[in-house]
Nanobody, 120 residues
Framework: QVQLVESGGGLVQAGGSLRLSCVAS????????MAWYRQAPGNQRELVAV???????NYVDSVKGRFTISRDNAKNTVYLQMNSLSPEDTAVYYC??????????????WGQGTLVTVSS
């Protein structure tokens, strides 16, 4: 069983910063893409940023220049550095990973989510 555990959410004032972390644990062969999604109240879950095992990344337009995704493959960890936060960034942030098991099968795994609240 593979688990993703997020941390780093909380309450911050507009213009502030937070760093989210997500650690994968359990039995798997490797992790392909890792990503951060978010879901604000009343909205659909949206992809915020994704990073490949080789370090290539992509961002949703609304966070470009403010958020940075990175990963440490040795620690099976993905990070999301969030700067210049605005109230529009308030949401539950979810970690996602494409995990490959020993048989070569891949599946999507989700974390439980961490709440980020940005006050104006």
């Amino acid at each position: 069983q593979v688990q993703l555990v997020e941390s780093g959410g909380g309450l911050v004032q507009a213009g502030g910063s937070l760093r989210l972390s997500c650690v994968a644990s359990g039995s798997f062969l490797r992790i392909n893409d890792m990503a951060w999604y978010r879901q604000a109240p009343g909205n659909q879950r949206e992809l915020v940023a994704v990073i490949s095992s080789g370090g290539s990344w992509n961002y949703v337009d609304s966070v470009k220049g403010r958020f940075t995704i990175s990963r440490d493959n040795a620690k099976n960890t993905v990070y999301l550095q969030m700067n210049s936060l605005s109230p529009e960034d308030t949401a539950v942030y979810y970690c996602n990973a494409n995990v490959v098991n020993g048989f070569g099968w891949s599946r999507e795994v989700w974390g439980q989510g961490t709440l980020v609240t940005v006050s104006s």
